[in-house]
């Protein structure tokens, strides 16, 4: 099994909103991520998750708020987004060490 | 920090070779992939490297000489379906955790 699994796949929401993005993983993989991405642009790192904690924030604005209950799950809490938010979040996630990442399908996020 | 550097864009036709560039600057280096990404899909690994030299997947080679800096990805056989964006990235590790930075893409165009 070598697949990484994003909910909801789009979701289209309000200024005043708030909402979570989940992804999960059952390769065993203690790395986990979060990525941004706009359209024709590379994947921006947001977070990094080393063995359920919190190891890297780009300088996330506070209204992105991850969470990692377990070794398989990364949420990603929206709370007062702006339409500039809307991009496409995809959650990877890999082993510690040199090797790949894989990704999930991402969450088309539209924020209205 | 971290500093990588593709082509944006690239054109080939049906059956040829198609070699792809990427050089870096980064701190930490703990190896470099190469993804592929069609528009409105997740990034799907091709190939990676963590030691210099050339490493072959079928119709996929990817190079690295970490002394330079430097990294190529080699298409042969072009198909209509290579036509894609293709991103170099970069493990770094730190003390604060290991992230896979990406490049901004090369932009492949297969024409028959």
């Known amino acids: 099994d070598t697949e990484v699994t994003q909910t909801p796949k789009h979701l289209v929401m309000g200024m005043t909103n708030k909402k979570s993005l989940k992804c999960e993983q059952h390769?065993?993989?203690?790395?986990m991520y979060w990525y941004k991405q706009k359209a024709k642009k590379p994947p921006e790192l947001m977070f990094v998750?080393?063995?359920?904690?919190?190891?890297i924030n780009e300088s996330v604005p506070s209204r992105f708020s991850p969470e990692c209950p377990n070794s398989s799950l990364l949420n990603l809490h929206l709370h007062a987004l702006q339409p500039e938010d809307s991009a496409l979040y995809l959650c990877?996630?890999?082993?510690?060490?040199?090797?790949?990442?894989?990704f999930g399908q991402g969450t088309r996020l539209t924020v209205v | 920090g971290q500093n990588i550097d593709q082509p944006t864009e690239m054109t080939a036709t049906e059956g040829a070779i198609v070699q792809i560039n990427c050089t870096y600057q980064t701190s930490g280096f703990n190896g470099l992939f190469w993804y592929q990404q069609h528009a409105g899909e997740a990034p799907t690994f091709l190939s990676y490297?963590?030691?210099?030299g050339l490493e072959e997947k079928g119709r996929f080679s990817s190079f690295l000489s970490r002394s330079k800096g430097y990294s190529y990805l080699l298409l042969k056989e072009l198909q209509m379906k290579d036509s894609a964006s293709y991103l170099c990235a970069v493990r770094e590790s730190g003390q604060a955790g290991t992230a896979l930075i990406f490049g901004k893409g090369t932009t492949l165009s297969v024409s028959s």
């Open positions: 490297n963590v030691l210099d």
């Open positions: 998750y080393s063995y359920e904690k919190l190891s």
């Open positions: 390769m065993g993989h203690r790395a």
């Open positions: 990877a996630s890999s082993q510690t060490g040199p090797t790949e990442a894989f």
